[in-house]
């Protein structure tokens, strides 16, 4: 035996010890793992000997070992019997080891048991201690219970030390055996008046701690909490205190006062000595700083002063505390927008997740739009696709909330929808497409411009779907296709959008979008034959069914199997109709019936509202009730008396009238804030009261009564722009301000209320009119440009010297580019056959005259377009060879700094106007511009269009698509944009000579027509200047106050006026051979000068 | 308090200390994970972040950062405070701290968290009391040890 002791003591002297290891570890940095493998063995080899001295010294190792992540469990026996050594040093290492690696499932805890206990009842405080301690760690159910008791002994241990522990470690006996609290209770009360001011915060920490799940019970406590409040002087206490007051608070009002008082105080001291808490000895600065604070907003304004910090850890407890303040007081923290809007440029991304948690609360009608284009600025710089995703889901979150309720423009929600979709790489694509759904199908009047947003996109699918495994922005395309499906009726082309739905693309989509498109693409194929069907000619019908019958079979050859069936079904259907088709039978109408009807979301609970007809009664039996005596009834009612009131028969006559009533009113009122619940309106809900029936089943309905028509890919900023505008309008309008004012004061509104609402916040009907129909987002179209004018004064002369043209038109750029965003301006307006140089000469006379703008129909003005720094300015000329040639000059200036190429011109051509392509070019290709652009460079393109009828105005939708190319990157971009061909544009300035006038007018051949201008200010020279170059007509004679004048159209027609100005009216007296021309060209020299 | 960990800037856990019984595989990933997020972190940014259900407090110290887990309703500047005290004691029993101590003598660096934190709750707020109590527990394991360090030479 004493040979054993011996040697294992010579052994020992070769034993690494832990710093051996750890630098052994630190010396084997390529083969960490070969190394730490024989460590272990040695180890193990430690741990069978007998010498605890060895034992511990290796457990040691192995804690460390088990820090490293290496697994010990295995030791876990090794650990007891070192914990159990009579040493106070291998004591301490075995604690030390099993509270690393002991947790409630490692089973040797078990024996543990008494060797604790005995540590527990330790003469030595440090044995206790350890034990304590180590417990704290891995105190399972068992042990806590087995343990109460001599843990609760120790609670009056003489020595503070262990008082202090045992009561801290209390909290965690109490969480593992709840039964042990009631008996240690008074005990753990007694302490918190400990002479020790250590057992005084340990025990005010666990008291705290447990008051916080359950406040209820300690309710009692709050005097004496109240006066350790006082009398402490130690933050680390009063901080804990101040928080039990928070919890108790709601339960006890007249805790308010003080707990907000102290609150503060909590709030500021660590802010005005954050590096010594302990020692801040600020009481005596208490009553003054309570002073200051007494009110929920002075509070906010201390905390604007933590937010304005320049120390990041103070601003984010700032913006963190505020949004705690936001939930009750709203009002008082929306004030500080600006800050908060501040903080969203924050470097530091917690920072930025706290403000945007902020905005959620503080979003109004009034800066919604506003506070979504700031997020939209930093969806586009976002680094990190996180941080990207995060604002794209509060965006979604600010604008979808209580029902939209924030949202007065629907269009401008699509268009933001719309560009959300241009995120690469968001895991959110579902979110935004369930929006769009959600939207189209609720917001009725939306329907057509979210179906030409939807067949835009569509369109362009390819450029969402690059990488379509890792993309979640495709799943867009599944509400595309959906709400193109289902709403087609308001397609404008709705063949092609039929077309883009089954390229062969599609193939590579998902399955359940291919799925949706090809459902959808069946929906639209009933529109598409109904339409054609109604033609004379037949063949186009059978056309389309043909590409069906030839596109279809990709489908159902789809490895997914709801594809495969959708598309099968289909396929045969269309087969069928072809047969039909070609023996000349009208189909349209069935096909669609297949379709007919509308698709309404129903709420889920809706089936509760459906009245149970007279005389049925759901609870009387149907058939006899299984033989079932009176008395076995009552048997177990009396058996269990105080079931009696639950038992179901009661019930229903008991709770009937007024239960019903307070729950209907329950419920009303958790529909009101849920915002997936779909509200029927006020009336019909009085309606069904009075008169229930089947039609009151809610359907949502949000009715925007405005005509809504937009082409094109939208860019949300205008609608900012406009809603600026429409406000300032509003602001004039008092009264409807002092109406909305009384309605906003209404509180909350229900989806249906806000209906309304909304619409009114779009006050003038006809604003949002000519906003959808002229304000085409990225169009160029001159009358897009009129939508501000009409608001306030025209800002661009009408100038024509190219030179000062430019001026000007940069003028308006710096104004918009304080958008942040660029933009791209569009200048149209007609020339002269003649050219460009007599036209300036005539517009210099008008220049001299500085006149305002004129109209729409003619001079150039500039309208918004999008992103792309980029400007395009454009003539559109009458060609006199050729009576049904119009040519567009566009001249294109590159206004960035990157390179732009590839640019591909493409108009979509209307029935009447064509652009013209080269031989052997499809009717939908575009045209390439024949130059690229570096920066700051400009070059002109023509491009020739064939018109056949000209006596009527027409609107011309195309793109642009260009690269832009970087240093680094190069970008595909587009540019949407109007032509607008007004009749105006179809005359040319012809010199007329009196007699041939004269002789012109004698024929006979004209239809004479007439228009008055009243309030007309301006000098009658100036009047016919701007006729002549708005309108290009040349004066033939002038006399006085009247003045004949003369212009032909490109086509031959004469167009007379006689002009006579009295009194500020001005009468314009014309005459031509085609009426409706004249009418037109009327209509527009009408609307010249109503801008004016 | 939920957890504390200490990491060196390489990403090298230097101390934890888990004041909830958790799995081994748990507390694996979540390490790994936090040690990620927080060494992501750039010097002037703030030192509170969200993380699953927790809020995280930590400060860096020369190569060394201090991380604290804490609960929803906790208060972030009195754990920063926590973790400012926690180095000042080890800097107090080291004499001018360095990880190089912490990492030979990673178990007295455990014992003293353990005076001064116990089951996630502030033990003592008192530096003095703290290492009183440290410094008589190792006078008592001196005393005892001096029979088996006689054995070894």
């Known amino acids: 035996m004493a040979l054993k002791i011996v040697k294992g003591s010579i052994d020992r002297m070769f034993d690494k010890n832990l710093q051996d290891l750890v630098r052994g570890i630190r010396n084997h940095k390529e083969d960490e793992a070969k190394y730490i493998s024989t460590c272990i063995d040695e180890i193990k080899q430690e741990l069978k000997q007998d010498n605890i001295a060895v034992k511990a010294n290796a457990v040691c190792k192995l804690t460390y070992l088990q820090m490293l992540g290496y697994d010990v469990s295995w030791a876990a026996f090794n650990i007891v019997e070192v914990m159990s050594s009579s040493k106070f040093t291998y004591k301490r290492i075995g604690y030390l080891a099993a509270s690393q690696c002991f947790h409630e499932s490692t089973d040797v805890i078990m024996l543990t048991t008494n060797q604790i206990r005995k540590d527990l009842s330790s003469p030595n405080q440090y044995d206790t201690g350890v034990a304590l301690t180590g417990l704290s760690c891995f105190v399972t159910p068992d042990l806590a219970r087995d343990l109460a008791n001599d843990i609760m002994t120790l609670m009056s241990h003489t020595k503070p030390y262990i008082r202090k522990k045992a009561v801290l470690i209390m909290y965690k006996v109490f969480l593992k055996y709840p039964e042990s609290l009631r008996p240690a209770f008074p005990r753990l009360k007694e302490k918190l008046e400990d002479p020790d001011p250590g057992v005084q915060s340990a025990a005010v920490n666990v008291i705290c701690e447990l008051a916080r799940r359950n406040p209820k019970n300690y309710l009692s406590l709050a005097p004496l909490f109240f006066k350790l409040m006082t009398s402490s002087t130690n933050n680390w206490v009063l901080i804990k205190i101040i928080k039990l007051f928070g919890a108790l608070t709601p339960l006890e009002p007249r805790l308010c006062h003080s707990t907000s008082q102290m609150s503060f105080l909590f709030f500021l001291s660590p802010w005005l000595s954050p590096s010594s808490l302990s020692t801040s000895n600020s009481t005596s600065a208490m009553s003054l700083l309570y002073e200051c604070v007494n009110t929920v907003i002075l509070c906010v304004q201390k905390l604007r002063i933590l937010i304005e910090d320049s120390d990041q850890n103070l601003k984010y407890l700032g913006l963190l505390a505020m949004s705690k303040i936001l939930k009750t007081h709203p009002k008082s923290v929306q004030s500080h927008k600006d800050l908060i809007l501040q903080c969203l440029d924050d470097k530091d991304e917690s920072i930025r997740l706290r403000a945007l948690d902020l905005l959620y609360g503080m979003v109004s009608k009034k800066n919604l739009m506003e506070i979504v284009k700031k997020l939209m600025l930093h969806v586009d710089k976002a680094e990190g696709t996180t941080y990207r995703d995060e604002l794209l889901t509060k965006i979604i979150d600010i604008c979808s909330q209580s029902n939209y309720q924030y949202i007065t423009n629907f269009e401008w929600y699509i268009s933001i929808l719309v560009e959300l979709t241009r995120l690469e790489g968001t895991r959110h694509g579902h979110l935004i497409a369930s929006q769009m759904l959600d939207v189209a199908i609720r917001v009725k009047a939306i329907r057509e411009f979210a179906v030409a947003q939807m067949a835009t996109l569509l369109d362009n699918a390819h450029l969402l779907t690059g990488n379509t495994q890792r993309n979640g922005i495709c799943e867009v395309l599944y509400a595309a296709a959906w709400i193109c499906g289902e709403f087609s009726e308001h397609l404008e082309n709705p063949m092609q959008t039929l077309e883009a739905m089954l390229r062969p693309k599609v193939a590579t989509l998902p399955g359940h979008i291919q799925a949706v498109y090809v459902q959808n693409a069946a929906k639209l194929f009933a529109t598409v034959l109904r339409s054609q069907e109604g033609n004379t000619d037949r063949t186009a019908a059978q056309e389309t069914s043909q590409l069906m019958i030839d596109r279809l079979p990709l489908f159902v050859q789809s490895a997914n199997l709801e594809v495969q069936e959708r598309a099968s079904c289909i396929l045969q259907l269309v087969k069928y109709i072809q047969k039909l088709q070609q023996k000349d039978v009208e189909v349209a109408e069935e096909v669609n019936a297949l379709f007919a009807g509308e698709l309404n979301p129903v709420a889920p609970k809706a089936q509760k509202k459906v009245p149970v007809p007279e005389g049925l009664d759901l609870d009387a039996w149907i058939n006899e009730p299984p033989s079932e005596s009176e008395s076995e009834d009552e048997k177990p009612r009396t058996m269990f008396t105080r079931e009696e009131t639950k038992h179901s028969r009661p019930r229903h006559t008991e709770v009937d009238e007024k239960e019903l009533a307070k729950r209907r009113e329950v419920r009303k009122q958790e529909q009101a804030s849920n915002p997936f619940y779909i509200k029927s309106s006020p009336s019909s809900q009085k309606v069904y009261q009075e008169a229930p029936g089947v039609d009151h089943i809610p359907v949502v309905q949000i009715d925007l009564s405005v005509p809504l028509k937009v082409p094109g890919l939208p860019m949300s900023d205008q609608y900012v722009k406009l809603e600026e505008e429409r406000r300032q309008k509003d602001r004039a309008d008092k009264k409807k301000k002092e109406k909305k004012k009384r309605k906003e004061k209404g509180g909350r509104r229900g989806k249906r209320d806000s209906g309304p609402e909304s619409e009114e916040d779009i006050t003038p009907a006809h604003m949002v009119d000519i906003v959808t129909e002229e304000m085409p987002p990225t169009a160029i179209c001159r009358s897009v440009s009129l939508v501000p004018p009409l608001n306030s004064p025209p800002c661009v002369p009408s100038t024509c010297q190219k030179s000062s043209k430019h001026k000007k038109k940069k003028q308006k750029k710096e104004k918009e580019e304080k958008d942040k965003k660029k933009k791209k301006k569009h200048h149209h307006h007609r020339h002269h056959s003649d050219g460009a140089g007599e036209e300036s000469v005539q517009n210099g006379t008008v220049e001299e005259e500085e006149e305002p703008l004129p109209t729409i129909s003619d001079a150039p003005t500039c309208s918004l377009a999008s992103p792309p720094p980029f400007r395009q300015v454009c003539d559109i000329q009458g060609n006199l060879q050729d009576g049904s040639q119009v040519v567009v000059s566009l001249i294109f200036e590159n206004k960035c700094d990157s390179f732009l190429k590839a640019m591909e011109f493409n108009v979509l051509d209307s029935l009447n106007s064509r652009l013209q392509r080269p031989d052997g070019a499809g009717p939908h290709d575009g045209l390439t511009v024949p130059f690229q652009l570096p920066p700051g460079v400009s070059n002109e393109a023509r491009f020739v269009f064939t018109v056949k009828s000209i006596v009527m105005p027409q609107k011309l939708k195309g793109t642009l698509a260009f690269i832009v190319k970087n240093e680094d990157s190069s970008t595909h971009e587009k540019l949407d944009f109007k032509l607008h061909f007004t009749c105006t544009s179809y005359l040319i300035t012809t010199p007329c000579y009196s007699d041939a006038f004269a002789k012109l007018l004698e024929s006979g051949d004209l239809k004479a027509s007439s228009v008055k201008l009243e309030g007309v200010v301006m000098p009658f020279p100036h009047l016919l200047a701007r006729i002549c170059f708005h309108h290009h007509f040349s004066v033939v004679e002038r006399i006085d106050s009247c003045a004949s004048m003369y212009s032909r159209s490109i086509q031959g027609h004469h167009v007379c006026l006689l002009v006579k100005t009295a009194d500020q009216t001005v009468s314009i007296d014309a005459k031509c051979d085609e009426p409706s021309l004249l009418s037109n060209v009327l209509d527009e020299i009408k609307l010249t000068f109503s801008q004016c | ?153």
Request: glycine share 2%; net charge positive.
């Open chain 2, 1 to 153: 308090m939920r957890f504390m960990l200490l990491f060196s800037r390489q990403g090298k856990l230097r101390l934890q200390k888990w004041y909830t019984a958790t799995a081994e595989r748990d507390k694996k990933k979540m390490v790994r994970e936090l040690m990620q997020v927080v060494l992501a972190r750039k010097p002037k940014m703030c030192s509170f972040l969200e993380w699953r259900d927790l809020k995280i407090v930590y400060k860096r110290y020369a190569s060394l950062y201090f991380c604290c887990a804490v609960e929803e309703q906790d208060n972030e500047l009195i754990t920063l405070e926590v973790i400012h005290r926690f180095v000042e004691l080890l800097d107090k029993y080291f004499g001018s701290v360095c990880e190089l101590d912490i990492i030979f003598n990673f178990e007295k660096a455990y014992f003293i968290l353990d005076e001064f934190l116990m089951g996630g709750e502030i033990q003592d707020t008192s530096k003095k009391s703290v290492l009183k109590a440290i410094e008589q527990a190792d006078l008592l394991q001196e005393v005892r040890k001096l029979p088996h360090n006689m054995l070894c030479f």
